[in-house]
Nanobody, 126 residues
Framework: QVRLVESGGGSVQAGGSLRLACEVS????????RGWFRQAPGKEREGVAA????????DYADSVKGRFTVTHDNAQNTLYLQMNSLKLEDTAMYYC???????????????????WGQGTQVTVSS
């Protein structure tokens, strides 16, 4: 089992920044696929950013490229999402996820992940 605990959500004005953190414990391994997803009211959950720990380059949704950065701290086993230039449409519940075995082929596809955190709310206002 993989346990994921998100933190760092909150309310911010458009143009502002927030950093989300996801502490990961349990069944973890190098190269594990981990990602950030979000779900706005009335919309489907969508992939935001994802990576394989310690390997390769991250993937980003087109809507956040150039504004969001996903990183992983191996020592702390924590996944981060730095969100800059926030827009109203970034308002959503943000979830982190991990894949328990193997590597995700499509890292922004939620069906590739087996374990999820409880979510943290991000609200962007004008």
């Amino acid at each position: 089992q993989v346990r994921l605990v998100e933190s760092g959500g909150g309310s911010v004005q458009a143009g502002g920044s927030l950093r989300l953190a996801c502490e990961v414990s349990g069944f973890t391994f190098p190269g594990q696929s981990r990602g950030w997803f979000r779900q706005a009211p009335g919309k489907e959950r969508e992939g935001v950013a994802a990576l394989a720990t310690g390997r390769g380059s991250p993937d980003y949704a087109d809507s956040v490229k150039g504004r969001f950065t996903v990183t992983h701290d191996n020592a702390q086993n924590t996944l981060y999402l730095q969100m800059n230039s926030l827009k109203l449409e970034d308002t959503a519940m943000y979830y982190c996820a991990a894949r328990r075995a193997g590597s995700a082929i499509r890292r922004l596809d939620e069906r590739q992940y087996s374990d999820w955190g409880q979510g943290t709310q991000v609200t962007v206002s004008s």
